[in-house]
């Protein structure tokens, strides 16, 4: 039995485009925007990934075949890419991820903890074979893992334009503005007086009655520089 060894890369702002649907997979601030802050903005519900965030996917585990229903990529679309991908030239882990988000148009961006396993599963069917060269695993095509390719391309499809002719999820949207109000929450937080803390404290819970004000339907009124008359 094989034992493979990868380097497993945290979760990083790039984690709002792992999803081949165009979804952010959860902000990188924890729940709510970090320590402190509470539930109030980012995932932090029950379930392993934290609850559904800004559409992300709600815990458990991904459709083996999914990823062309809509959604997150299943395990499928992955094989697909890399046994694609490798047919071209071997490469490492990172250019598999580069270039899966590249010809996907940046809709799909896969993690390291998605395509190591699958390139491990790939070795494991002598499909694939995996060498260390420059500090890294190179993966090539196997003749089997070619004729493979060969018999099976239609049904391969192109995954990394599946990912790309999704339409954006309108979650994704919010990443620059959620990303812009926790800077200048921690801004605040390290550096500001008590009174500034205070008042920022009632600015962030104004901005979150707001946005529940537009799911129920009701809507907030616009925000402007000016303070208003009874602030």
């Known amino acids: 039995m094989r034992h493979h060894h990868f380097h497993h890369h945290p979760a990083g702002p790039d984690a709002f485009e792992e999803d081949a649907g165009g979804r952010p997979s ?8 970090g320590p402190g802050f509470g539930p109030g903005f980012g995932p932090g519900g029950p379930g392993p990934r934290g609850g ?11 459709p083996r075949h999914g ?3 809509g959604g997150r990529a299943g395990r499928g679309d992955i094989r697909a890419a890399v046994l694609l991908l490798l047919t071209e030239q071997p490469m490492h882990g990172y250019q598999l991820i580069q270039e899966i988000g590249e010809r996907s148009e940046g809709r799909w961006r896969p993690s390291p903890g998605a395509v190591y396993p699958a390139l491990a599963m790939l070795e494991d069917e002598g499909l694939v074979t995996l060498s260390a060269e420059g500090g890294r ?4 095509l196997t003749e089997a893992g070619a004729g493979y390719v060969e018999q099976n391309r239609e049904a391969l499809g192109t995954p990394w334009l599946d990912a790309a002719e999704r339409p954006v999820h309108p979650g994704k949207a919010l990443r ?3 990303e812009a109000l926790s800077a200048a929450a921690v801004q605040v937080a390290r550096t500001g007086t008590p009174e500034q803390a205070t008042a920022a404290v009632a600015v962030l819970d104004r901005a979150r009655r707001d946005l529940y004000l537009l799911l129920a339907g009701e809507g907030a009124a616009p925000s402007t520089d000016e303070p208003s008359a009874d602030a």
């Open 52 to 62: 559904r965030g800004f559409g992300g996917h709600h815990g458990g585990p991904h």
């Open 176 to 178: 620059p503005a959620v």
């Open 26 to 33: 959860g902000p990188p601030f924890g729940p709510g925007f």
């Open 67 to 69: 990823g062309r229903r």
């Open 137 to 140: 695993r190179l993966a090539r």
